[in-house]
């Protein structure tokens, strides 16, 4: 695979592939979604670069501007009876953002790497201001 030269698109096309967003050779998770503390190739922290609710959110976005709003120009969609067409869309679409979720975690945790934000940045959000 060729290197990418920006340190960014790296990390977080590193990342999308389910790699270290440092050395992109040790797995980045351990589970389906479960962040590895440290990096088995390069002992890089992995562990503290929050990903929060930003992945969920991100794939919410993306399943639903680039699959549900154009799956709606197609008639069949709409004219069905949705007894027959519901159980398989939303199978279909489950399907596809659980496919989806690890690749954006994967991205965001790369993009959380890239831009060195840490989980103790959490206390400069204004929510927590008033603390
Ligand atoms: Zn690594």
Do not use: Q
């Not at 290197?3 to 270290?20: D, N, T």
């Not at 639903?64 to 197609?74: I, K, T």
């Not at 027959?84 to 939303?90: G, N, Q, R, T």
């Not at 199978?91 to 103790?120: F, H, N, Q």
Request: glycine share 8%.
């Amino acid at each position: 695979m060729a290197e990418i030269a920006h340190p960014l698109r790296r990390s977080v096309f590193r990342g999308v592939a389910g790699h270290c967003p440092a050395c992109g050779k040790g797995p980045l998770f351990w589970r389906y979604l479960k962040v590895n503390g440290r990096c088995e190739a390069c002992d890089t922290d992995l562990a503290r670069y929050p990903a929060d609710d930003g992945p969920a959110y991100l794939t919410i976005l993306l399943v639903g501007h680039l699959v549900v709003a154009p799956m709606l120009f197609f008639p069949i969609v709409w004219r069905s009876n949705p007894l027959y067409s519901l159980p398989f869309i939303l199978s279909a679409l489950a399907v596809l953002t659980l496919a989806v979720l690890p690749r954006v975690k994967g991205g965001w945790v790369g993009l959380m790497y890239a831009l060195d934000v840490r989980g103790s940045d959490a206390v400069l959000h204004t929510a927590n201001a008033a603390d």
